[in-house]
Each structure stands twice: as C-alpha cells, then as structure tokens.
C-alpha cells in the first residue's frame, strides 16, 4: 500500500474531527490504517469468497519541517517515523516541505507546502506495478493529481491496481479505468487513529 500521508491525514480531519481540532491530535498510524483497509476490503468482497490478501508492505509519503526553521514540529515528525517504522513492513519517505519568502515574518501567513511528494508517490505506484512484486498495488489518496500515475500503473504487467480513502471524500478515477476502491467510515477513523502523544 502506498500512502500519500498529509492528503489522508488532512482529508480525515476534514471530514471527521469535531471543528476546531487541531490536525496534530487527529493523526493517523499508517499501518493501522493499511490493516483497516484490507479487513473492510474482505468485508465487501465477501461474494463468491472472501478475497483475502496479505499485507506485505506500506509506503508513506509526507513532507518534512526544516529543522532549521521549525526544530520542534521536525523532532515531533521523525518521532512519528521511528515510531511507525517499529514494523518492519512500514516505511516512511520525507521531502523538505517548501516554505514562503516571508517566512518568520510577521506579515508572513503562508503555510509551507509540500512540493515533489505528488511525483514521488505517482512514481512508487508505477514501479511497484512495473516490478511485478506483488499482486495488488493499492494508493492511499484523493489527490486527483495522481490520477495520470494510477491510469499508467493499471495498464502495465498483470499487477492489481486498487485505491482507498475515506467515505465522503473524492474517490479518484483514472480515465478508461474502472478500480476496486475500499472507502473507510467515522468509525474506521476511529480505529486507524495514532493516539500516541509525541510531544516531549
């Protein structure tokens, strides 16, 4: 499973969080999430057979604060990595998140963006089509940037290609393509939530 981290995380806050709570106490652990999905997945393909499947790796991609510009919310973040990386089928990818000009200005109001984990993670998909691996390749992810990747990844080799998210949310739908997609509820967010405090 390929998880694009900030779009599941943000888009689950969104959705689910009562108003006004902040995204650091509405994270969500990758591999509890990836595990969620494969049992509501069996749960829905449940005619003729369950179609169980084994959950062999997960791929997280996120962006990463600047140690320089953001030292705390840097150290918070590579807590979460070696937290969630514990699991040996769990990695964890950071790209430099993009600050603004202006930043540690007053006038400054711009947030830093990720910049590149779009790409990355369009690129892990194909290749982890391409290799043929493993038998499914599932994304994680509502960005319809992503789209043109998963289009590409569905039409090579004989590897599966399927998507996940959350209920409510826009599902993605590669043109020409018609994917399995497993969409998790409220309740499923619930389970999935990563409730370790990391502030230290």
């Known amino acids: 499973m390929v998880i694009?981290?900030?779009?599941?995380h943000l888009t689950a806050n969104g959705l689910f969080a009562p108003y006004g709570t902040h995204v650091k106490d509405t994270l969500v652990d990758p591999l509890a999430f990836a595990e969620r999905v494969l049992e509501v997945r069996a749960e829905l393909q449940t005619l003729p057979a369950p179609k169980l499947v084994t959950l062999a790796?997960?791929?997280?991609?996120?962006?990463?604060?600047?140690?320089?510009?953001?030292?705390?919310?840097?150290?918070?973040?590579?807590?979460?990595?070696?937290?969630?990386?514990?699991?040996?089928r769990v990695q964890v990818t950071y790209r430099p998140l993009r600050y603004p000009a202006d930043w540690g200005q007053r006038s400054c109001v711009e947030r830093p963006r990720e910049k590149g984990i779009d790409v990355?993670?369009?690129?892990?998909v194909v290749q982890l089509a391409q290799f043929g691996r493993y038998?499914?390749?599932?994304?994680?992810?509502?960005?319809?940037?992503?789209?043109p990747a998963l289009e590409m990844a569905a039409g090579v080799g004989r590897v599966k290609v399927e998507t996940?998210?959350?209920?409510?949310?826009?599902?993605?739908r590669p043109s020409g393509r018609s994917l399995w997609h497993t969409a998790l509820s409220g309740a499923d967010f619930v389970k999935t939530r990563d409730r370790r405090c990391y502030d230290r």
């Open 4 to 8: 694009d981290y900030q779009n599941i």
């Open 57 to 88: 790796e997960v791929h997280v991609f996120r962006g990463s604060p600047s140690n320089a510009r953001e030292p705390i919310l840097y150290s918070v973040t590579q807590r979460h990595r070696a937290e969630w990386t514990r699991d040996a």
């Open 120 to 124: 990355m993670v369009a690129l892990e």
């Open 135 to 147: 038998d499914i390749v599932v994304l994680a992810s509502h960005d319809t940037d992503l789209e």
């Open 164 to 172: 996940a998210g959350w209920q409510g949310a826009r599902r993605l």
